[in-house]
């Protein structure tokens, strides 16, 4: 199998900040990675410039072997390039429902279809509302989006990045917010996309034992710059990565 | 919705068939007039509620299309013959020029954000109007001309129908376009723009062709007024043209197009229903101030505008037999 | 010890839902109260019911033996209760500095003193301190928000789920500081990361529902296992 | 150069009555973000009254005390009932703004009639010095140095205050400003009465200057308190008075030079403005 | 209503006889809200003065409708619809602004009813746009600019002009022109302002450098250059001023004018005519003893055209005989002898050449007469 992400020196500025410094690494399609790194070490950044929310100072991003450096996000989603945002970000006067079918309508390549009532589209509607249920969020599919709890809100935008059905899942600490009861709910949906084995996903989190169990390998971000990729247990041990990051709590979470 | 949407055709049908019925009970010709007076601003204003109320975008510059529509038929109208080919082109003239003004328009959406695009719309109808003012030998400046149509249009009721058909065509097309998946999406851009792009939807299109049909629409309002009048002159380009469409808009309810119209309607009604008692009660002689108290109680009673609030209800009511009944909410 | 907060059966509406159905707990002085449940249970409501935000329509809620659910949020926070919302509440356009600048009560040395301490804890506050809050990483946009209720000399505490989105070091690092700040301040935390919670928590009210449904000592309820399973899904 | 003298002596003095005119509207709606469109009734009605207080007491100093007077009364009434149940909501504030205008200057008519109402200058600002072909009229040194007052005072409050910063805040998230013990809606109140009693000070000087005040004054200069705060950069007083200043100047010297174009010269500014700096000269938000 | 005024003269204007009624169209509020008072007070005078207060000619009652048209197109024409229609109006009165009166124009027209154009000044009402229904008892703008000019034009004198940059100023300039050139003199520069503007350096500097004898102001409106006519000195620049007198209202911002020569469309005391005195007495009988002002006259003047027409007709209110009365007609109005010129209906009537002084215990600058000007000397070029 390839490599379907690449990115090479990948660097930017933002206000006299190197965010993300010269980060060049590879991603193999059906790839499940881990990104960790202390607060402000450039992972968010990192994903924006995945995505192209962000344009980078130096460096280019390969998708595919394609470079797709100067792509408009917009662009990039249609490319397959998905992802989901650490700050909630969602319409919120509109409900949870026409949230998610807004990404099934994107995913079905429904754009400029301006003369057909939208209850013409079962398919979509039928798409967004298993999406939820996968998500557990059926419950709510008709409370706008603005009237829900932290964690609900949460999940909808879990929900609205599956809906993508992109190649790659770009997931930016999906589960922060969420309870406990709940995590295992969410880490079980993951899990099973990473099980079904067709998609490639990059996802960040702080919470060691999800990534312990999920990733094939972690890459560990540290003011901005790669300090280490490889398998999960050689990264753990890393002392660097245990001092500056996981700190003492880590004992605990492996006891 | 999907019923919501069947009682709301069902509702504009009704009311339809009923003022299609209105000439031959009522045949003044002033109530004529007035009721064509608000067709044309109503299709005015859902030609802004469609920037507003679906795509977010506030422009304090609306005027420029409909002066444009006004101005092209005005102008064609008066220096040719008055037929319905000349009346045809005349309209299609101003349907062209707006839609390409309103491509540049809508295309600096992309630089400015909120305000700062109001405030631009707003110089580039200011220079509309001054060049209005300025182009005296087409224009006759502020003072205006007076123009010639074709015969076909000189019956007051005939031109009743004609803008009563209009302003319907205008409401079930822009009612189609908004709850298309099209329009969904216009939606979401007003709600959050970033996202949308995340979803891998070209936002810049979607506002430019907002903006185009929008301007394109206002055109045609524009052209109505004129021929209405049979008379142009630069008070087109005025931001108090822009502020009428505004005001029916936001009293009727922004994003609902019926609002507009009821909008258009209860403005027109409410101004000539004050000015008759002005007339008769001299406590009314200042009537524009109880137009303006108006104004202050449809914000208060009507935060949402007339029906965007009578919408709030039916669906606080919907939602709360749903959480009694503790259903599965069904499609929103 | 006597109970700083007493929040006897309060019911919040918000708009026509009926969000809270009868909250009722105790923060005893000096102590770290735990509210847990699960997402939409009523936890946040719960909080911003205390200060007044969304103000609970029934019930009553006695800080040092005095009502305060009618006051306006102002006014409680005058008294001396500081508040880490969930959504951190930074104005994205204010810089690190103006941030803090807003919420600094007092100009004073022990103020200067307070802060001081917090930006060593955080230094990375201190490095972006001219940059807007809006800007900071999700992380740093936490610290921010604990920074700017710390400032304030509080005698009770009120912090949504303080550990969302931080490094497991600074997870740490905000432990640490709130076992300090329990020295002078009471604190209710409403917490999903249970190692932390059950680290420095006290006491702890099971919220379902918008109602407590339980409570204890929380050293007892690390040990069992049978209600952890059953209102927090741990096994 | 007696020529450009004569035209920047004379466009910045206009271009300070602009400034006048703009500053409250700088607190109100670039700082509180509200979309006033009732200023140019408080602007109207500060002038009305000052003139009034002028011409029946001969003192200009009172004239001014006056309208300031008006402008807090009104402004107080205006937030309490017109304003506070609006803030945050652009839609609704531009709905009842409107209607509040309509109101204000219909009672203007109802308290002075409908007939413009001419404006004195005072003796000791009346009249103009020639410095050779220079013309230095004395009514616009005192405009200038009014301007320069007012620009001083609010900055110095701005900057010595955390006001400014708790606007801002307030604008952005008031609950939050809320809980960290700030009455916000007290805040609101004492700047939009501030604003308001700006309005009705630009009113009151405008007065002599143009001569003559009418009812419907307001919404014309309104608008250029639009044009001066939006090109300035929203919530900046520095930017609104080079805005103002900009706007003077151009129209000074776009009309000698340029006739042709002057009509549209503060459209035209704006516009140009606009396209090349998004948000604004002076955009101090993020 | 034809058939009902040919015959029973003896019947006395009771039970038989329709009602005349009249249309009134002018700016009741707006901006324009004091031109339209005047008008409609000045026209219930001219009414009760020709028909000695009976208000019928002819044994046929008079009745009178007043519409506001708000100074807006739109809503002028939806009340002239409503007086043509509604109210079977035989003829229409207005309106305060140029815009609206055009607007309605092609309405008369349409309905076949004489409009009395009053106070609108455009030319093209009477020009142009003009169609055998119109009459107008107003003055317009080439009527001001006659007057303005034989106010001060000679062989060689050099005058510059400021207006406003709009269809008032630019056709009030042109007319000026052209009048004062055909009696010598020269129009050496035009300056035009913004008119909202506030500031008038530039074009005042370029008057100033251009040296004139005379500078021609023609302003209507809000703000006014006159403050900063004496503030950058142009009188002691040996620039004369010159312009036509305003309203009351405005009068009062133009002390720093006084001396200044020029022209005006009435002032009370200026015409020396019965119908005159009667209105200023009954006027300020009526109205708290207030004069009459600018456009008073104006309203008077329609109202006894109207009667006068109606009463050589007998009563008989058919558009085509009354066009076919009023064309050349004269009347006596509290300005002297109007006339409608056969050719354009424009009434031809009398100007007056002012000076500006002050005077005790009157609160404005007052138009003094120097001469009053003839309406053949002031009758302005045919156009339509
Ligand atoms: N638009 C921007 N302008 C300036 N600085 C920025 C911008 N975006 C991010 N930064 C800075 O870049 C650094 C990296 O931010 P980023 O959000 O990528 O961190 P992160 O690794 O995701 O942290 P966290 O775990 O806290 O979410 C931070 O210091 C942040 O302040
Ligand atoms: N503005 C609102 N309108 C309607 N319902 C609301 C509103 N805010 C919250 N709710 C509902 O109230 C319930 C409780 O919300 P709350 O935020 O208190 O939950 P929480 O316990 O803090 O959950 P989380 O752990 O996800 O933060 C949720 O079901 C939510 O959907
Ligand atoms: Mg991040
Ligand atoms: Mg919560």
Redesign the interface.
């Known amino acids: 199998m390839g490599n379907i992400l690449e990115t090479k020196d990948l660097t930017i500025r933002l206000g006299g900040h190197t965010a993300v410094d010269g980060v060049s690494i590879a991603i193999q399609e059906k790839h499940f990675k881990a990104i960790i790194g202390p607060n402000g070490a450039g992972k968010t950044t990192f994903f924006n410039l995945l995505s192209g929310q962000l344009s980078p100072t130096k460096g280019s991003i390969m998708l595919k072997g394609e470079d797709i450096t100067s792509l408009s996000p917009t662009n990039r989603t249609r490319k397959g390039v998905g992802r989901s945002f650490q700050i909630t970000n969602v319409f919120p006067n509109l409900t949870v429902l026409e949230n998610v079918r807004l990404a099934v309508q994107s995913q079905a390549g429904i754009r400029y279809q301006m003369l057909r009532h939208f209850s013409r589209f079962d398919s979509v509607v039928k798409k967004a509302e298993d999406h939820l249920k996968l998500v557990l969020l059926d419950s709510k599919a008709g409370s706008l989006a603005c009237n829900l709890s932290h964690g609900e809100k949460r999940k909808l935008e879990i929900a609205m990045l599956l809906a993508l059905e992109t190649e790659i899942l770009l997931l930016d600490e999906p589960t922060a917010g969420m309870s406990v009861e709940e995590v295992p709910a969410i880490v079980e949906v993951i899990k099973n996309i990473k099980l079904r084995g067709e998609r490639t996903i990059v996802l960040i989190e702080h919470k060691m034992d999800m990534i312990m169990e999920l990733s094939d390998s972690i890459m560990v971000l540290f003011n901005g710059q790669l300090l280490a990729d490889g398998p999960p247990d050689e990264i753990v041990k890393n002392e660097t990565v245990q001092s500056a990051y996981l700190g003492g709590l880590y004992n605990e979470f492996t006891a | 919705m999907g019923k919501r949407y069947q009682l709301s055709t069902l509702v504009m049908i009704i009311a339809g068939i009923v003022l299609l019925a209105v000439p031959y009970i009522n045949d003044s010709r002033s109530f004529l007039i007035l009721m064509t007076q608000i067709f044309i601003f109503a299709v005015f204003a859902m030609s802004y509620d469609i920037l507003i109320g679906f795509t977010g975008i506030v422009s304090f510059g609306h005027a420029m299309f409909f002066g444009i529509g006004a101005y092209a038929t005005g102008i064609i109208l008066d220096r040719f013959e008055p037929t319905v080919p000349t009346l045809l082109i005349s309209i299609a003239a101003g349907i062209l020029l707006a839609a390409v003004v309103s491509f540049i328009v809508g295309l600096l959406t992309l630089r400015l954000k909120s305000h700062y695009y109001a405030m631009l719309t707003l110089a580039f109808s200011g220079l509309f109007l001054v060049a209005a003012e300025k182009w005296r030998t087409l224009t006759m400046g502020n003072d205006g001309f007076t123009f010639r149509v074709p015969d076909i249009l000189k019956d007051r009721m005939d031109y009743y129908f004609i803008c009563l058909v209009v302003m319907f065509i205008v409401y079930f097309l822009l009612k189609r376009i908004t709850q298309s998946p099209f329009g969904k999406v216009m939606v979401a851009i007003r709600e959050n723009e970033q996202r949308v792009e995340s979803l891998g939807f070209q936002v810049l299109y979607y506002k430019i062709i907002a903006s185009v049909i929008a301007g394109v629409i206002a055109s045609i309002s524009g052209s109505l007024y004129v021929l209405s009048l049979r008379f142009a002159n630069t008070s087109v380009f005025s931001m108090d043209t822009t502020l009428d469409a505004l005001l029916m808009t936001i009293i009727g309810g922004v994003g609902t197009l019926v609002g507009p119209m009821l909008g258009a309607g209860l403005i027109e009604f409410a101004h000539h229903w004050l000015t008759e008692l002005a007339k008769e009660h001299p406590i009314f002689e200042r009537w524009l101030i109880f137009f303006g108290i108006l104004y202050i109680l449809v914000v208060m009673f009507f935060p949402a505008g007339i029906i965007g609030t009578i919408h709030g209800w039916g669906r606080k009511r919907i939602l709360q037999r749903k959480s009694v009944k503790e259903q599965k909410s069904p499609a929103g | 010890m006597s109970s700083l907060l007493e929040v006897n059966q309060i019911e919040t509406y918000i708009g026509q839902y009926h969000i809270l159905q009868g909250v009722s707990f105790q923060a005893q002085k000096g102590e770290v109260t735990v509210l847990l449940g699960r997402n939409g249970a009523g936890k946040t409501t719960t909080l911003r019911s205390i200060m007044g935000m969304t103000p609970a329509s029934k019930g009553e809620i006695k800080y040092k033996g005095v009502e305060i659910s009618k006051l306006p949020t102002y006014k409680t926070s005058n008294l001396g209760i500081g508040f880490v919302p969930e959504d951190q509440g930074i104005f994205g356009e204010l810089t690190v500095e103006e941030n803090i600048k807003v919420a600094m009560k007092k100009v004073d040395d022990e103020t200067n003193s307070r802060l001081e301490w917090i930006l060593a804890l955080f230094p990375d506050l201190k490095k972006f301190w001219k940059k807007p809050g809006g800007l900071l990483s999700g992380g740093q946009k936490q610290m921010l928000s604990i920074a700017r209720a710390y400032v304030n000399e509080n005698d009770l505490l009120l912090i949504d789920e303080p550990s969302k989105g931080l490094a497991p070091v600074i997870v740490e690092k905000v432990m640490e500081s709130i076992q300090e700040m329990k020295k002078k301040t009471t604190i209710i935390l409403v917490e999903q990361n249970f190692i932390m919670a059950s680290a420095i928590g006290d006491k702890f009210f099971i919220i379902d529902d918008g109602r407590t449904v339980h409570s204890g000592e929380m050293k007892s309820l690390k040990e069992d296992e049978e209600m952890k399973r059953k209102y927090l899904g741990i096994a | 150069m007696e020529?450009i003298m004569?035209?920047s002596i004379?466009?910045l003095?206009?271009g300070m009555?602009i400034f006048l005119l703009a500053a409250g509207l700088t607190l109100i709606f670039g700082l509180m973000d509200v979309?006033n469109f009732a200023h140019g009734g408080l602007f109207a009605w500060g002038a009305y009254s000052g003139v009034w207080v002028y011409s029946t007491t001969g003192s200009f100093v009172l004239a001014i005390g006056g309208a300031i007077l008006t402008g807090l009364v009104l402004g107080f009434i205006t937030e309490k009932l017109?304003i506070q149940?609006?803030y945050g909501?652009?839609?609704?504030q531009?709905?009842?703004t409107?209607?509040?205008?309509?109101?204000?200057?219909?009672?203007l008519?109802?308290v002075w009639g409908?007939?413009?109402?001419?404006a004195?200058?005072p003796s000791y600002l009346?009249?103009?010095w020639?410095l050779g072909d220079v013309?230095i009229?004395k009514?616009r040194l005192f405009i200038i140095i009014m301007g320069l007052l007012v620009f001083g005072i609010v900055q110095f409050i701005l900057k010595k205050t955390?006001i400014g910063?708790?606007v801002?805040?307030g604008v952005?998230?008031k609950?939050?400003?809320?809980?960290?013990?700030?009455?916000?809606k007290r805040v609101f109140l004492w700047v939009f009465m501030c604003g308001s009693a700006m309005a009705a000070l630009g009113g009151v000087l405008?007065a002599?200057?143009?001569?003559?005040i009418?009812a419907?004054?307001g919404?014309?200069f309104a608008?250029l308190a639009?044009?001066v705060v939006?090109?300035g950069g929203?919530g900046s007083f520095p930017g609104s008075l080079f805005a103002a200043m900009l706007v003077?100047l151009a129209?000074?010297?776009m009309?000698?030079y340029v006739?042709?174009l002057?009509?549209?010269v503060?459209?035209?500014l704006?516009?140009v403005v606009?396209?090349f700096k998004?948000?604004?000269l002076f955009a101090i938000?993020? | 209503s034809d058939d009902a005024s040919g015959d029973g003269k003896k019947e006395g204007g009771s039970k038989s006889k329709e009602p005349i009624k009249i249309g009134v169209l002018a700016s009741l509020s707006g901006a324009l809200e004091s031109y339209g008072k005047q008008t409609k007070q000045g026209f219930e005078l001219g009414l009760d003065y020709a028909t000695d207060g009976k208000m019928e000619v002819d044994g046929r009652k008079i009745q009178v409708v007043y519409e506001d048209t708000e100074t807006k197109p739109e809503v002028a024409v939806q009340k002239a619809t409503k007086l043509l229609e509604e109210d079977n109006v035989d003829f229409l009165v207005g309106s305060s602004s140029s815009g609206d009166t055009l607007a309605v124009l092609p309405l008369a027209e349409e309905y076949e009813k004489v409009m009395i154009v009053e106070p609108a000044v455009a030319d093209s009402i009477t020009g142009s746009e003009f169609n055998k229904y119109i009459f107008r008892t107003a003055r317009n703008s080439s009527q001001d600019a006659v007057a303005g000019a034989a106010a001060i034009a000679k062989k060689g004198v050099k005058i510059a002009t400021l207006a406003p940059d709009y269809s008032f100023g630019r056709d009030g300039v042109a007319a000026f022109k052209e009048a004062a050139e055909k009696l010598g003199a020269d129009v050496v520069l035009e300056e035009y302002a913004d008119p909202a503007a506030t500031d008038f350096t530039s074009n005042l500097q370029k008057i100033i450098d251009e040296k004139p004898d005379y500078l021609f102001v023609i302003w209507a409106g809000a703000n006014s250059p006159w403050n900063q006519i004496a503030d950058m000195k142009i009188q002691e620049k040996g620039i004369k001023i010159s312009t036509g007198a305003p309203d009351i209202a405005a009068l009062s911002t133009m002390e720093p004018l006084v001396g200044m020569e020029g022209f005006t469309v009435y002032y009370n005391d200026l015409p020396k005519n019965k119908i005159n005195d009667w209105l200023v007495s009954e006027h300020k009988k009526r109205y708290n003893g207030e004069v009459p002002d600018l456009f008073t006259p104006g309203g008077m003047s329609a109202a006894i055209a109207i009667v006068d027409a109606l009463k050589k007709t007998k009563g008989d209110a058919d558009a085509d005989k009354l066009i076919k009365t009023m064309e050349g007609m004269s009347f006596e109005t509290p300005k002297g002898k109007m006339t409608f010129r056969k050719e354009d209906h424009q009434a031809l009537q009398s100007m007056y050449a002012i000076k500006l002084e002050k005077k005790d215990g009157v609160p404005y600058p007052v138009p003094v007469l120097i001469r009053e000007l003839t309406p053949e000397e002031t009758a302005p070029p045919i156009r339509n």
């Open positions: 020529l004569n035209l004379n466009g003095a206009t009555l979309l017109i149940p609006v909501n652009h839609i609704q531009i709905l009842i409107l209607g509040l205008m309509l109101v204000l200057s219909e009672l008519k109802v409908p007939n413009q109402i001419s004195k200058t009346s009249g103009s020639e013309i009229i009514y955390k910063l708790v801002r805040a952005l998230n609950e939050m400003v809320e809980a960290l013990g700030i009455n916000i405008l002599p200057y143009s001569g003559v009418h419907e004054m919404m014309e608008i639009f044009v939006v090109i929203m003077g129209g000074s010297f009309a000698y006739p042709d002057s009509l549209a503060n459209m035209l704006m516009a606009l396209i998004p948000k604004g938000k993020g």
